[in-house]
C-alpha cells in the first residue's frame, strides 16, 4: 500500500512517499520535476514511517539533526542504485565532486553519467543530492524545487561553501 504526506519546510512544501516499511519519494515544491515521482498516486493519509520522516526532517531543518534515520526503498538501474548508495555516504556539512562521487561508488570517471543519476535521485535531501558540487566547487544546477536556489539553501543549512 502507498501513503503521502506533505509537510512545510524552508524550501517550501515537501511531499513525501512511502510504503508501510519505507520512504520511495521525497518532492521539494509544489510539482514533480523528477518523472520518477508521481505525486497524484497513492493514499493521501500518512503512516508511521512518513511520521518518522517528518519528524526528522523538521530537526533537521531546526539544525537539530545531520543524518537521517529511516528506511528506504529506492529503485533504478544498477548505476543509479550504486550512485545512491553513495551520496548516502556524503556527510552532513561535506561536499564532493561529481567525479570523486563516480569513484566512491565503484563507476569511475563518469561525471556526466554521475550528474544525471543524481538529478534522478528520487528522495532529496534524506539521499543528500545536494551536497554534489563541480570539480571547482560550482553549483552546475539542482532538479529540486526551484533549482539552484534551493541547492544554495540547503548548502547554507549545512555550512558547505560553493563558488
Known amino acids: 500500500m502507498n501513503f503521502s504526506t506533505r509537510m512545510s519546510s524552508p524550501l517550501g512544501p515537501l511531499t513525501l512517499r512511502a510504503t508501510d516499511e519505507a520512504i520511495t519519494a521525497l518532492n521539494i515544491g509544489g510539482t514533480a520535476r523528477n518523472a520518477t515521482i508521481a505525486l497524484d498516486v497513492g493514499i493521501q493519509e500518512s503512516n508511521d514511517v512518513l511520521d518518522r520522516a517528518v519528524s526528522q526532517l523538521g530537526e533537521y531543518f531546526a539544525g537539530n539533526r545531520t543524518s537521517f534515520d529511516l528506511p528506504l526503498e529506492i529503485s533504478g538501474t544498477p548505476f543509479q542504485e550504486a550512485i545512491w548508495k553513495a551520496l548516502g ?44 558540487l563541480a570539480s571547482n566547487a560550482r553549483i552546475t544546477g539542482y532538479s529540486g524545487g526551484d533549482g539552484i536556489v534551493t541547492k544554495e539553501k540547503l548548502l547554507a543549512l549545512e555550512g558547505i561553501s560553493y563558488r
Open 89 to 132: 555516504d556524503v556527510p552532513f556539512g561535506a561536499s564532493v565532486s561529481y567525479q570523486e562521487l563516480g569513484q566512491a561508488a565503484g563507476r569511475g570517471n563518469a561525471p556526466r553519467a554521475v550528474g544525471g543519476a543524481v538529478g534522478r535521485n528520487p528522495i532529496a535531501i534524506i539521499v543528500p543530492c545536494h551536497r554534489v
